[in-house]
Each structure stands twice: as structure tokens, then as C-alpha cells.
């Protein structure tokens, strides 16, 4: 988990037009803003669970990253709402994927007491 947060964290710098599309607009900050805020959370949490000594503040941080970006996740939906059925099908797929996140940080989180 934690190398995939490192991975997703450093997309935020290399390639941040696609999380900037993703944000909802209902959120009044700016959206670049947004993609770089969390990419630097996704980098942070991602270093923390990669250190034991950590390990245990970065599940709880993941929890919250995991809950705070699926808005996001939703709105993917509505962005590709008026694109090839491929896409979309991926856009919805991707939600439940949150819930094994989160509970693979709780667990790290209980296995790092």
C-alpha cells in the first residue's frame, strides 16, 4: 500500500491535469491546489507506511486519505459520463476499491500495535 501511494503521490506532480479533471467543481478551492495537497498527503502517507516506527499513524492518515479522495472517485463517473462504455465501466468499478483500502489500513493499523 505504501508503495502504491508513493506511485500515485508522484503522479500528482508528473501528470496533475488528470486529478485536476476529477475534482468535483462543488469544491470552492482551486483545483490544482487540491491535486498537489494530495499528492503530497499520498507521498506522506505512503513514506509513513513504508516506516514501522510510522506505520501505525500512517494507517489512520490512509483511512482518512482513502474517505477524503473518494468524492473525487465519484466524480469520475459524472466526468465520463459522455465517454466510450469501456470507460465508464472502469469509472464505477474503481468504487469499491476504497473499501478494501480501507480496511487493509485498519488492519495495518491493529498489526502495528
Do not use: C, Y
Amino acid at each position: 500500500m505504501g508503495t502504491g501511494l508513493l506511485a500515485m503521490g508522484v503522479l500528482h506532480f508528473v501528470r496533475p491535469a488528470g486529478f485536476d479533471s476529477i475534482i468535483p467543481d462543488e469544491i470552492p478551492l482551486p483545483k490544482r491546489i487540491l491535486t498537489l495537497a494530495s499528492g503530497v498527503a499520498e507521498l506522506a502517507v505512503g513514506t509513513g507506511l513504508m516506516v514501522p516506527k510510522t506505520r501505525r499513524a500512517a494507517s489512520l492518515a490512509a483511512i482518512a486519505l482513502f474517505i477524503a479522495v473518494f468524492p473525487a472517485n465519484i466524480n469520475t463517473v459524472r466526468v465520463v459520463k459522455d465517454k466510450q462504455l469501456a470507460i465508464k465501466m472502469i469509472a464505477v468499478a474503481r468504487l469499491p476499491f476504497q473499501i478494501p483500502l480501507i480496511t487493509t489500513a485498519w488492519r495495518t493499523f491493529k498489526r502495528s500495535a
